[in-house]
């Protein structure tokens, strides 16, 4: 079993920059390929970025690739998501879990707003 805790979002103004944590308890961390997943007001939870459980391979959604950059520390448990360029369509609460997700991982979130 494996619980997830997100932080680190916020208000930025547009080009701004945001870095946010994914915190898992249990010692299994390091089995699971993970992913960052966001869902803005109306629209269907989706895959911002994912990295293999040794960290050696990541992918990107489009619309992200080359301003976003997911990393992961196993010694501590914890996933990041680096966040630049900021855009108000990045708005939405993101979400850290397995990938594939595991319906038994989500947690609250953390709210990103991209706003001047």
């Known amino acids: 079993q494996v619980q997830l805790v997100e932080s680190g979002g916020g208000l930025v103004q547009p080009g701004g920059s945001l870095r946010l944590s994914c915190v898992a308890s249990?010692?299994?961390?390091?089995?699971?390929?993970m992913g960052w997943f966001r869902q803005a007001p109306g629209k269907e939870r989706e895959l911002v970025a994912a990295i293999l459980n040794s960290g050696s391979i990541t992918n990107y959604r489009d619309s992200v690739k080359g301003r976003f950059t997911i990393s992961r520390d196993n010694a501590k448990n914890t996933m990041y998501l680096q966040m630049n360029s900021l855009k108000p369509e990045d708005t939405a609460v993101y979400y850290c879990?397995?990938?594939?997700?595991?319906?038994?991982?989500w947690g609250q979130g953390t709210q990103v707003t991209v706003s001047s």
């Open positions: 879990n397995t990938q594939p997700p595991d319906p038994n991982y």
């Open positions: 249990g010692r299994t961390f390091s089995r699971y390929a």
